[in-house]
């Protein structure tokens, strides 16, 4: 089945950067989102990825994507303290019929 | 272009009582779904409307039903409020439905059930 696994939190310090991760299990073609999500806000969507590529960039954000290993990637370059936000990976599948299937989020904490 | 936006944004409500809570999509965007949002259940879908139609549906009891208006906006409501529905109920505009389509969400709708 459909399966979207993140580690809850990550802390990283002020300048640093941080490396958010994901695995999911879906075989089939597939899109790979990172929303960000701040205190009492809705989903920003950051940006994807389509299963045929490795990487994107996008600013001060890169995505990569082991399709063999079936894990994504989010790094933030030179994190600054209005990056604290939690963020969630999804994938949409034909097979989950483009329904988003969503990873818990994880909290980035920054510290001075 | 303004962003997906819904009403009300709080809203406190007690047992038993029912709510409904409205979404206006993204001009253009022809879909519509909805998430509710716990600490300890994560997102969860509820439903997807496009063009009208109820496109796909979570696993949620049938207290939770939603609607979609020809101009796009939708709607859902919740009967019988039970505490545990307590939650961010999100809602998410995307151009169309079937396909990878970026979903936008709104600010959100915070449910609180006394």
């Known amino acids: 089945g459909e399966d979207v696994e993140q580690s809850l939190f990550l802390s990283v310090r002020e300048g640093d950067s941080s490396v958010i991760n994901c695995t999911y299990t879906d075989s089939s073609s597939t899109y790979l989102y990172w929303y960000k999500q701040e205190p009492g806000a809705g989903l920003q969507l950051l940006t994807y990825?389509?299963?045929n590529m490795d990487m994107k960039q996008d600013q001060r954000l890169t995505v990569l994507l082991n399709k063999k290993d079936k894990h994504l990637s989010l790094r933030i370059a030179d994190t600054q303290t209005g990056d604290s936000a939690i963020y969630f990976c999804a994938e949409i599948t034909m097979d989950s019929n483009y329904q988003l299937i969503w990873g818990a989020g994880t909290k980035l904490i920054i510290k001075p | 272009k303004a962003g997906v936006t819904q009403t009300p944004r709080y809203l406190i409500k007690t047992r038993g009582q029912q709510v409904t809570l409205s979404c206006s999509p993204i001009?253009?965007?022809?879909?519509v779904s909805w998430y509710q949002q716990t600490p300890g259940q994560g997102l969860q879908f509820l439903f997807e409307y496009f063009s009208e139609t109820q496109r796909n549906k979570g696993n949620f009891p049938g207290r939770f039903s939603g609607r979609q208006f020809s101009n796009s906006r939708s709607e859902m409501n919740v009967s019988t409020l039970e505490l545990g529905d307590s939650a961010l109920y999100l809602c998410?505009?995307?151009?169309?439905?079937?396909?990878?389509?970026?979903?936008?969400f709104g600010p959100g709708t915070r449910l609180t059930v006394t």
């Open positions: 001009s253009g965007h022809r879909s």
């Open positions: 998410a505009s995307s151009q169309a439905a079937g396909g990878p389509y970026e979903q936008y």
């Open positions: 990825i389509f299963s």
